[in-house]
């Protein structure tokens, strides 16, 4: 084998693992981005859905007070008036 043949079996072999290598190290640093999103997207979420519970559970005793007063208006006559004739 020549001097020059392995000098370009040498140099294809390096490119190729720096190439890996740099491919690899792209590929974790990726990973640990979509981690590092995956886990403040989760906190987010989170927040979000216990501020949504609190105001659900607002509403909903809003609606049954409002229930309460419609049923009032709306309920039978009172007994201690005398409805005329």
Do not use: N, Y
């Not at 974790?28 to 886990?39: E, S």
């Not at 607002?58 to 005398?82: C, N, Q």
């Amino acid at each position: 084998m020549s001097a020059e043949t392995l000098a370009v079996v040498l140099s294809a072999v390096g490119i190729v693992l720096s190439l890996g290598t740099a491919m690899l190290a792209g590929f974790a640093w990726c990973v640990r981005r979509i981690d590092a999103v995956d886990a403040t997207l989760t906190t987010r979420i989170d927040a979000v859905d216990a501020q949504l519970t609190r105001r659900i559970d607002a509403v909903a005793d809003d609606v049954t007070e409002l229930k309460i007063s419609v049923a009032r208006l709306e309920g039978p006559a009172r007994h201690l008036f005398v409805p005329g004739r």
